[in-house]
């Protein structure tokens, strides 16, 4: 969590990192870790909401009441002396304005609203939000249906108008001039019987309402901020500083830098400047090449755009290249290194997780979890642990070497490439659950040479062995390669073609080969 | 749901209508007999809605939205798409007792809340539900069904009408021995002596009729209680009474000439002719109300359109009907919006056949009549009219003469279908049933007891003119009261 929240604060340092906490019983202890870990907010989220895509029985029965677990967190941070530095907010069904007022006495002071403006901008409970045929053009991305909206901002503008209308009356009546005021005042709270129920016999709610007994010093809402100790990383020390032309006016650049594993999410904050000032195409390839020697800390290029390149020689930690958006990566053994690459561990676990695109070449064998949820990144490994591809919607992986079990579990897009030694991947390795696999020999002419090109292009960056052991011998090594394709993307790439045969273009023939699936009952 | 995608590639096709110039020839239903195929590929255009409003049964801005029955719509649209006729046909009759009666007369509440409704014409329920049970007679699948065992309980009730058969129907399934007394000749109520042959035939009333007759319920007509037999008679005779005798007291307009000959309440026209047709099988001895007349229609609701559907049958001179009302819009108003009734311009039935042979929709609006005009001998012979604006006045919209509007039109027969006042006196006062400020017999809803202990009161005579549909859920209601009443406690839905 503390590494997560530490990612996300380089990635974006202008943007609080919010940390979403289903209300249950105990959630105050998880939040205290949690504050610790530096959240700038925590959300304690009720029961009784979620998208309409979610099933009744989650949304009924996942989680308890916002009012338990905020209470519980409120009095949990208070006693800890860690309310003064987080922001509680909470959210689950919130429509009134006294609905806000009771959450800010029960410890909140931010107040998250989903279902209510929905229903202003128009919409109608249909359920359907994972099915593209909302009908009143909100959940959808069919444009029949999108043309059908007819809701607009000012409604939901309105809308908390009268909330914060309702909030403003109630605390007059409470005679309380600010939220931060308000903020934990369980003492304006009072039970009511509205139902006289048999069950409500045993209810009792002074743990609810309880105000831990706590120094006066003790802050009783946020007051300072988190620090993320952002000052003490390489990019502040070093990269941003070399990297300023390229950021400013787009000159190349070249930092050749010393790492070790403190240093982590190397290059990220560089890559949001970038992203900040260029946009999201970023700036052309290899403009920022940032050369590492040593062993590089975890998250190394996390989320970097187009543009950045770069080099370690040496290892690299957990979480390489997590959700890399443009940038390539390329993680190489020292020339002297005594070891055997495509046998050895070069890179830690989950790398390229959820990466949107760029590329990777690694001469080494990688961890578990290798591009889960990559959705465009195109990697070259020379051998990966367990788990690999799992959910991944797009992008390549061509591994020169072993995989471990489980590949391509959920994998729903995307396509990898084995090179298969022993003969025994697809029988003992592979999830074939969503897969079907080919031998490479069977593919056409044009994406066997792509193959070898790309490894063409890893033996140039990596200067690997391996590759070049496999490129001398081709013909041979080739007939080694297995294809591995989920069936509902191969589909669906044909409908696709099918369309672009028939003349469409970009959004028209996805909406094309989108319809034939649905035909087809798909 | 079969077909999430159904809506976006099917557009609504209700069971369509005879040609207006052809059917005027006949008194026969107005709709074209039902393609399975095209209402299975309807079916298909219910989305199944997390929060389906078709079946609500809500009274939004006084009017009915979504079914008052709570009809299980998406279920049985989707069991028509899957060609699953027969557990359709079993979830329609869990909750409408006639659906033969609403699939065909109901203005469809339902349709005007469907959430289809808010971007595309609605579903087609009424349409699906009237073909359900006409699949399920045609196949035979509707058979007589009487209790297992009978609970030793007697009741009466009074009045045949949609409500009286509702709730006859459920006491009997209860088990009660029941009995139904009916003043008319036939039973049915407004469904036999009101609502016209074209919309809907009186064979259909009559099936249903003899189905629950060889359940067990026995009718009894022509015997008006109160007159034919004492009302306290029944609470002797019986364990429990259910008054479902309708509001039958029509609106009358007490202006200059209303005893000029010609001039009749549209109950009075609609009924003889049914009589006529179900007597001789020939109308052409009743033709003479409207044959060759210029026929004036004073009213703009349904009673009003079966007079004009009626006169064009007898082939009158010419048709006007007069409502004080202004023209409703095309669309929805703002003050209107899904998922109330919408308030808009439809052509029903009887206008769509005057505008066929006279060239134009015969609809007049905010105008009001002020004197029937008539001849020596004591004929009507012209009407009277003006055009009115509404204005505010203290407090109240009152209609306004517009000032040298005042016209005269010929008219040798006039019908007033301006609405009926409440129920008649004669059992409340035998009985001493209280009555609400509208002198509707008091019966709270949901309960349906009246003042009198074991006194039942459901439909029209509880809640003023109504709706068929309005009428099958009081009298659903009020047998569920009533066999709780009987038994200590109920299962009736
Ligand atoms: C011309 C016309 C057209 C209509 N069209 C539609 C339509 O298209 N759709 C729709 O939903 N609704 C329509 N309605 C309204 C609908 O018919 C009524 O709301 C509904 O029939 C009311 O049902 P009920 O059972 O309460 O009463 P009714 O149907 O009025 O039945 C009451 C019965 O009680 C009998 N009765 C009364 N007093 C006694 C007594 N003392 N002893 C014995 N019997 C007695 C009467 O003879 C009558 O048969 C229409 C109404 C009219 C008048
Ligand atoms: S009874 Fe009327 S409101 Fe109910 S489903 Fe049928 S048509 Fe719709
Ligand atoms: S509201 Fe309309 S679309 Fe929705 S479930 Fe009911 S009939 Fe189907």
Not at chain 1, 95 to 109: H, S
Not at chain 1, 350 to 355: D, E, I
């Amino acid at each position: 969590m503390a590494e997560l929240i530490h990612d996300l604060k380089n990635s974006n340092h202008h943007a609080r990192i919010n940390v979403k906490l289903v209300s249950e019983v105990g959630v105050g202890t998880v939040a205290a870790g949690v504050a610790k870990a530096k959240a700038d907010v925590i959300l304690v989220s009720g029961y009784d909401g979620g998208t309409g895509a979610s099933p009744r029985s989650s949304i009924q029965h996942a989680g308890a009441p916002w009012e338990l677990g905020l209470a519980e967190t409120n009095q949990t941070l208070l006693l800890n002396d860690l309310r003064s530095r987080v922001i509680l907010e909470t959210d689950g069904q919130l429509k009134t304005g006294r609905d806000v007022v009771i959450a800010c006495l029960l410890g909140a002071e931010e107040f998250g609203f989903a279902t209510a403006p929905l229903i202003t901008l128009g919409c109608l409970m249909m359920r359907v939000c994972h099915k593209n045929t909302c009908p009143v053009g909100i959940a959808t991305q069919d444009p029949r249906l999108r043309e059908k909206f007819a809701g607009g901002a000012d409604a939901v503008v309105n809308f908390m108008n009268f909330v914060a209308e309702e909030i403003r009356e109630t605390m007059a009546k409470l005679g309380f001039r600010t939220i931060n005021e308000m903020v934990g005042r369980v003492d304006k709270l009072e039970l009511r019987k509205a139902i006289n129920h048999w069950k409500a016999k045993g209810l009792d709610y002074s743990g609810i309402l309880y105000r831990p007994d706590v120094d006066p010093e003790v802050g009783t809402y946020c007051q300072m901020k988190q620090d993320h100790l952002l000052d003490r990383s390489l990019d502040n020390r070093e990269i941003l500083k070399q990297a300023l032309p390229a950021i400013e006016s787009g000159i190349p650049v070249s930092i050749d830098l010393q790492v070790i594993n403190t240093d982590r999410v190397v290059g990220t904050m560089t890559g949001a400047e970038i992203s900040r000032k260029h946009g999201p195409d970023g700036l052309p390839e290899d403009t920022v090449r940032i050369n590492l020697a040593g062993s590089a800390g975890q998250s190394l290029g996390a989320f970097c755009p187009q543009g950045m390149t770069f080099t370690v020689t040496g290892d690299t930690n957990d979480y390489l290249g997590k959700g890399l958006s443009g940038g390539k990566i390329i993680v190489r053994p020292p020339e002297d290194s005594p070891f055997v690459a495509h046998e050895n561990i070069i890179a830690g676990n989950v790398c390229f997780y959820g990466a949107t695109a760029g590329q990777a070449f690694v001469s080494g064998v990688v961890g578990e979890r290798f591009c889960v949820r990559n959705s465009g990144v195109h990697a070259v490994v020379e051998g990966l642990g367990d788990h690999g591809c799992e959910y991944m919607t797009g992008g390549l992986v061509l591994c020169l070497g072993k995989t471990g079990r489980n590949f391509g579990a959920g994998m729903s897009g995307g396509v990898a490439y084995i090179y298969d030694e022993a003969g025994d991947f697809v029988s003992t390795k592979l999830n074939t659950e969503m897969v079907k696999t080919y031998p490479l020999v069977e593919c056409d002419d044009k994406e066997i040479d792509e193959v070898k090109s790309l490894i063409s292009r890893h033996v140039e960056y990596t200067h690997s062995p391996r590759g070049t052991e496999l490129l001398n011998d081709w013909r041979l090594a080739a007939e080694k390669f297995v294809k591995i394709m989920p069936e509902d993307y191969e589909r669906v790439l044909f409908a696709l073609k099918k369309a672009e045969d028939r003349g469409l273009e970009g959004d028209a023939a996805i909406q094309a080969a989108f319809e034939e699936n649905v035909a087809a009952g798909h | 749901m079969g077909k999430p995608t159904g809506f976006l590639e099917h557009e609504r096709q209700s069971i369509p209508d005879r040609s207006p110039l052809e059917r005027i020839k006949d008194w026969k239903e107005i709709h074209e007999p039902f393609n399975e195929d095209k209402v299975r590929q309807q079916g298909s255009r219910c989305m199944d809605c997390g929060t389906p409003y078709c079946h609500t049964g809500m009274t939004l801005a006084n009017m009915a939205s979504g079914c008052p029955i709570n009809n299980l719509i998406p279920e049985w649209n989707d069991l028509v798409y899957q060609g699953k006729w027969r557990d359709a046909l079993d979830r329609l009759h869990k909750t409408n007792n006639f659906p033969e009666f609403t699939g065909r007369v109901c203005p469809a509440p339902c349709e005007g809340s469907c959430v289809l409704g808010v971007i595309e014409p609605p579903v087609t329920i009424k349409s699906i539900e009237c073909s359900i049970i006409d699949k399920g007679f045609a196949e035979g699948w509707v058979t007589p069904q009487p209790p297992a065992s009978r609970s030793g309980k007697k009741v009466a009730v009074v009045g045949s009408g949609p409500a009286g058969m509702a709730a006859a129907d459920q006491l009997n399934k209860a088990g009660h021995s029941v009995t139904v007394y009916e003043r008319a000749d036939r039973i049915g109520g407004l469904l036999l002596y009101g609502i016209p042959n074209m919309k809907l035939e009186k064979e259909i009333v009559q099936r249903r009729v003899d189905l629950m007759a060889a359940e067990g319920i026995k009718f009894i007509v022509s015997t008006e209680i109160g007159k034919d037999l004492p009302t306290k008679s029944l609470l002797e005779d019986f364990d429990s009474v259910v008054l479902c005798c309708g509001a039958t007291k029509p609106r009358d307009l007490p202006i200059e000439g209303r005893d000029l000959k010609g001039v009749h309440y549209a109950m009075e026209f609609l009924t003889i002719n049914t009589q006529g047709l179900l007597e001789l099988k020939d109308v052409s001895a009743f033709e003479t109300a409207a044959k060759s007349k210029d026929v004036v229609v004073i009213g703009g609701g349904d009673t009003g359109t079966d007079c004009v559907g009626t006169s064009v049958r007898h082939g009158c001179k010419s048709i006007t009907q007069l409502e004080i009302m202004p023209r409703p819009p095309e669309e929805r108003a703002d003050d209107n919006p899904w998922p109330e009734w919408p308030k808009v311009y439809k052509m029903d039935y009887g206008q769509e056949e005057a505008k066929e042979v006279f060239g134009e929709d015969p609809r007049n609006y905010l105008t009001m009549t002020k004197k029937f005009l008539g001849d020596d001998r004591g004929n009507l012979k012209g009407v009277t009219i003006c055009d009115i604006e509404w204005k505010m006045e203290d407090g109240r919209y009152s209609p306004v003469e517009v000032q040298g509007s005042e016209r005269e039109i010929p008219a040798q027969a006039a019908f007033l279908a301006m609405g009926f006042l409440g129920p008649e006196d004669t059992i409340a006062e035998e009985l001493g049933l209280e009555r609400d400020s509208r002198s509707n017999v008091q019966a709270e809803y949901g309960r349906f007891s009246t003042n009198i202990e074991g006194v039942f009161a459901a439909g029209d005579m509880r809640r003023g003119q109504s709706l068929v549909v309005w009428a099958i859920n009081e009298g659903r209601a009020a047998a569920r009261e009533c066999d709780r009443y009987l038994m200590g406690e109920t299962s009736l839905p």
